[in-house]
């Protein structure tokens, strides 16, 4: 059996992943998980590029930040979802315009999520340099800061996003229906690893995608919930939401674990908007190979 190091958030959407581990999916593909958790996406990216780990999740926002920045040798391989991120609010905040003066807890300022929230926010009326921008650390971090009044909003993922509503905090918006056609997370790897185990690569895509297939499947509901909650620590009032969120076929993961082109041309148009790269932008090509998920 091979070893692959991962990298991943702490968020429901790895779901597939630690539900194909413990029912043995990728061990039928010859594939040992070593799986580390991380605090944002700066860790995830210096740990690939560092060669501590082998595979990671980060947006797609992140691989161009990164490429562009510093000429970074890394790409996309998987598509995992549009996102399944909601933007809270803490309590008593129940329209865009009250975020004015309060602090917006993003993972990292310049990447990730960030240009998503300004976005949103924007078109919901408020310029940014009405609010601050915090470096807040991942889905679990910045939750934890809205739960704690450390910052005002946050755009989130499940778990959280639905603990945060059973706490009274306020969804202000949902991603989806500001950008329909947007890659976030994406199964990443460096250039000079996949060149060496390109099939390593390959056998975790096709593991996932019978993880997630499995998953999917209404008769094997009840078992994946009782895998998320126990993964989690969940009451079933929140365990139940955030599968079904997971599982919702307009906005919850990729069926096909495939690459959402447009979805990239969204992130790159974000970029551009900010001022961040020039118009017109590179070609998507540039950050993305799907060999490796044919």
């Known amino acids: 059996m091979q070893r692959l190091r991962v990298i991943l958030f702490r968020a429901a959407y790895n779901l597939p992943v630690t539900l194909g581990v413990a029912r043995g999916v990728f061990a039928r593909h010859d594939l040992a998980l070593d799986i580390a958790y991380t605090r944002g996406s700066q860790m995830v990216s210096e740990a690939l ?8 999740v980060i947006a797609a926002d992140d691989v161009i930040y990164e490429v562009e920045r510093r000429g970074a040798d890394l790409f996309m391989f998987m598509g995992l979802h549009a996102g399944i991120l909601t933007l809270m609010a803490r ?8 975020l004015a003066g309060g602090r917006l807890g ?4 310049a990447s990730g999520f960030a240009l998503v929230a300004h976005k949103i926010l924007q078109t919901m009326g408020l310029a940014r340099e009405q609010y601050e921008t915090v470096a807040s650390g991942g ?3 910045r939750a934890a800061a809205l739960r704690e009044g450390r910052i005002d909003a946050a755009l989130v993922t499940p778990p959280f996003s639905v603990e945060l509503a059973n706490l009274g905090h306020t969804a202000l918006a949902r991603v989806h229906d500001y950008l329909p056609r947007y890659q976030a997370s994406c199964g990443v790897t460096t250039r000079t690893f996949a060149r060496k185990h390109g099939e390593l690569v390959s056998a975790y895509v ?14 094997n509901r009840a078992a994946a919930i009782a895998h998320l909650a126990d993964d989690f620590g969940l009451e079933a009032k929140l ?10 076929p307009r906005d919850g993961l990729y069926p096909d674990a495939a690459i ?8 790159l148009a974000l970029r ?3 001022g961040l790269i020039g118009d017109p932008p590179p070609a998507p090509e540039k950050y993305y190979d799907s060999a490796f998920s044919r």
Do not use: K, N
């Open 272 to 274: 551009v908007e900010a």
């Open 139 to 141: 889905h679990q971090l």
């Open 206 to 219: 096709r593991a996932y995608r019978e993880s997630l297939a499995w998953m999917l499947e209404p008769a």
């Open 106 to 109: 993003v993972d990292d300022p």
């Open 239 to 248: 365990a139940e939401p955030t599968f079904d969120a997971l599982a919702d």
């Open 49 to 56: 590029l560092g060669g501590e780990r082998d595979i990671g």
């Open 260 to 267: 959402d082109v447009s979805g990239i041309r969204t992130a």
């Open 91 to 98: 309590p008593g905040i129940t329209e865009a315009r009250q």
